[in-house]
């Protein structure tokens, strides 16, 4: 049996201008754009392999070492089709290219921490999942065209195909041609900046971005102000910091950023609560030491979950780590609302 086999890693993205909500939920097209920061493959990311063998007989799929039915998950679905589509195509055009379309399609996929406990495994998963996909299938796209793919499986997943600071633009078009991911710096570009996950909690989240996200679009005139009169400017604002590494205005709009998210959250119908009482002592402590030192020394921001990531200039991150050490002690002892591990996952390299 003729198999090909490709194994390939893809790192978590954490936005610091947050993606909430969808404006078509089957192609996954953003009612705002936002931007992320890839963390270093080194520490939080999926790792897939894929073969793909004539001889299989349909398409199969183990997360995590635990099979999952393919046909029920319509995102997946789409993100094979979308790459065997592309491959058919070549292979109309050229017909000496073997007939890789047609073969059977098995994908490994694990996670080297929590999944679906908001540290962004669905957006290392999908990135991860697109690129061995289009390395199995030698499928010629660039990093913006791998990114419309990726997009189909979860949003957040278009800004892990690149590395470093990178922007999705929501598009305009409604068949999502336009809405794609760019890289604004490569990960060279801020070897100072680092990242601090703090796992608070590893539990699967309560309610999924997807339902959240779409019940806040739905409920919160919050999101309304957001969308029209917030994100598009605060996009300008953050790109630049980002181009002049200004730290204290990266900074002040990420967390502003971050609460505001939480913010919509909150004036969702029913309410969504994603931060927990140890989230919001984080915040405090954050707060508290950019408050007594000279400038700010340290932004946090949270996702659809609990845990913090603390971004800080590499210069800062020792006395962070003691201070959160003496504010949270126990840490790496419990389970459940205390922090797990340390690492600081984002550097260049
Ligand atoms: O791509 P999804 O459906 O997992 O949504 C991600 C949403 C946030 O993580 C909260 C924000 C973001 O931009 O990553």
Redesign the pocket.
């Known amino acids: 049996m003729t198999i090909r086999q490709v194994t390939c890693t893809a790192p978590v993205?954490?936005?610091v201008?947050?993606?909430?909500g969808?404006r078509d939920s089957d192609l996954?097209l953003p009612t705002n754009s936002?931007?992320?920061v890839t963390l270093s493959q080194d520490d939080l990311h999926s790792r897939t392999t894929i073969s793909i063998a004539s001889q299989f007989t349909s398409d199969r799929m183990w997360l995590n070492g635990i099979e999952c039915p393919i046909p029920t998950n319509q995102r997946l679905v789409n993100c094979l089709a979308g790459a065997r589509q592309q491959r058919q195509d070549m292979e109309s055009r050229n017909p000496r290219l073997p007939k890789w379309s047609t073969w059977g399609i098995h994908i490994a996929s694990e996670n080297n921490f929590p999944t679906a406990a908001?540290l962004?495994?669905?957006?290392s998963g999908?990135a991860c999942l697109v690129f061995t996909l289009a390395q199995v299938l030698e499928l010629p796209l660039t990093p913006s065209e791998l990114s419309r793919y990726a997009r189909l499986g979860?949003?957040?997943?278009c800004?892990s195909i690149m590395g470093g600071f990178v922007g999705?633009e929501m598009g305009q078009r409604a068949d999502g041609a336009d809405s794609l991911a760019y890289q604004v710096a490569p990960e060279t570009h801020w070897p100072d900046l680092e990242a601090l996950i703090l796992v608070v909690s590893d539990a699967k989240k309560g309610t999924?971005?997807?339902s959240?996200?779409q019940t806040t679009v739905n409920t919160s005139d919050l999101t309304q102000h957001r969308f029209a009169n917030v994100v598009p400017e605060r996009m300008r604002q953050m790109e630049a910091a980002i181009q002049a590494k200004d730290f204290p205005t990266f900074a002040e709009l990420t967390m502003r950023d971050s609460n505001q998210?939480h913010a919509t959250c909150l004036d969702t119908y029913p309410p969504i609560f994603?931060m927990n009482d140890t989230s919001r002592a984080v915040v405090n402590v954050i707060t508290a030491i950019n408050r007594l030192d000279a400038g700010i020394q340290a932004a946090y921001t949270?996702?659809?979950?609990p845990n913090a990531v603390i971004y800080a200039p590499k210069a800062h991150m020792p006395r962070l780590l003691l201070l959160m050490a003496y504010f949270f002690p126990g840490a790496a002892s419990s389970a459940d609302q205390t922090f797990e591990y340390f690492t600081n996952p984002y550097n260049a390299v």
């Not at 949270?302 to 979950?305: K, T, V």
Request: hydrophobic share 40%.
């Open positions: 993205n954490i936005a201008v947050k993606y909430w969808k996954i936002s931007l992320s908001g962004a495994s669905s957006a999908y979860s949003g957040s997943a800004r999705w999924s971005s997807t959240g996200m998210f994603y949270f996702d659809a979950g």
